[in-house]
T-cell receptor, first 114, second 111 residues
Framework: DVKVTQSSRYLVKRTGEKVFLECVQD?????MFWYRQDPGLGLRLIYF???????EKGDIPEGYSVSREKKERFSLILESASTNQTSMYLC?????????????FGEGSRLTVL | GENVEQHPSTLSVQEGDSAVIKCTYS??????FPWYKQELGKRPQLIID?????GEKKDQRIAVTLNKTAKHFSLHITETQPEDSAVYFC??????????FGGGTRLMVKP
C-alpha cells in the first residue's frame, strides 16, 4: 500500500520563525511535490523535485525553499515564517513514468503563523 | 502556463440526484485530466482520469467527459450518496508533465 507521510499534522509558529515540514514516501518514487491548499484557490505548486538533490520552482516559490538529500525524503523550509503563509501544506509523490500521472498525497500539515 | 478554472465552487444536491462539476483549461497541449476527491480531513485521492485521445470514461457512478475543441471537461456523479460529500479537484497536465489544479468544488449531498 502506497504511503506518503508528513511529519506534522498541525503546527503553530510565530512570525519570523524557521519552519521545517518533512515528507517521506515509501514507494521509491522519483518525483516529489509540495503544494499549498487554500480555499477557493485549489492546490498550488510551491516546489518539486525529479531526483535527489534536484529542485525546481513551482508557481508560488517565494518565501519557501526545499531540500531533497535522499530519494524518499522531501523537505519544505520556510526561512522566516509570515502570517500569509498560514495554510494547509500537502506533499505528494509520483512515479517518473510519463504514462502514470497519479499523485499520491500525504495527509497534510496545517500551519498557523501568529 | 496552464490555467484551470472550475465551477461551481459549491454544489448542494439531494441524495439520489446527479451532480456535475465543470472545468476549463487554457493550454491546448494538455493531454491528461485527473479528478481528485478530498474528504473532510483526509488526503486528496485520484478517483478517475481521462486522456486526450478519449472523449468519455465511466467507472460505476462516476464519469468524465472531455471536449478538446472547447477545452473543457466535466465530472458527472449519478445517484449521489452522502459519502460522495467532499471537495473535488480537477486538474490538467501540460506537455511538460506538470499538473495544474482547479480551485475545487465542495459537494454536499443531503440525505
Amino acid at each position: 500500500d502506497v504511503k506518503v507521510t508528513q511529519s506534522s499534522r498541525y503546527l503553530v509558529k510565530r512570525t519570523g520563525e524557521k519552519v521545517f515540514l518533512e515528507c517521506v514516501q515509501d514507494m521509491d518514487h522519483e518525483n516529489m511535490f509540495w503544494y499549498r491548499q487554500d480555499p477557493g484557490l485549489g492546490l498550488r505548486l510551491i516546489y518539486f523535485s525529479y531526483d535527489v538533490k534536484m529542485k525546481e520552482k513551482g508557481d508560488i516559490p517565494e518565501g519557501y525553499s526545499v531540500s531533497r538529500e535522499k530519494k524518499e525524503r522531501f523537505s519544505l523550509i520556510l526561512e522566516s515564517a509570515s502570517t500569509n503563509q498560514t495554510s494547509m501544506y500537502l506533499c505528494a509523490s509520483r512515479t517518473g513514468s510519463a504514462n502514470t500521472g497519479e499523485l499520491f498525497f500525504g495527509e497534510g500539515s496545517r500551519l498557523t503563523v501568529l | 502556463g496552464e490555467n484551470v478554472e472550475q465551477h461551481p465552487s459549491t454544489l448542494s444536491v439531494q441524495e439520489g440526484d446527479s451532480a456535475v462539476i465543470k472545468c476549463t483549461y487554457s493550454d491546448s497541449a494538455s493531454n491528461y485530466f485527473p479528478w481528485y476527491k478530498q474528504e473532510l480531513g483526509k488526503r486528496p485521492q485520484l478517483i478517475i482520469d481521462i486522456r486526450s485521445n478519449v472523449g468519455e470514461k465511466k467507472d460505476q457512478r462516476i464519469a468524465v467527459t472531455l471536449n478538446k475543441t472547447a477545452k473543457h471537461f466535466s465530472l458527472h456523479i449519478t445517484e449521489t450518496q452522502p459519502e460522495d460529500s467532499a471537495v473535488y479537484f480537477c486538474a490538467a497536465r501540460d506537455a511538460g508533465n506538470m499538473l495544474t489544479f482547479g480551485g475545487g468544488t465542495r459537494l454536499m449531498v443531503k440525505p
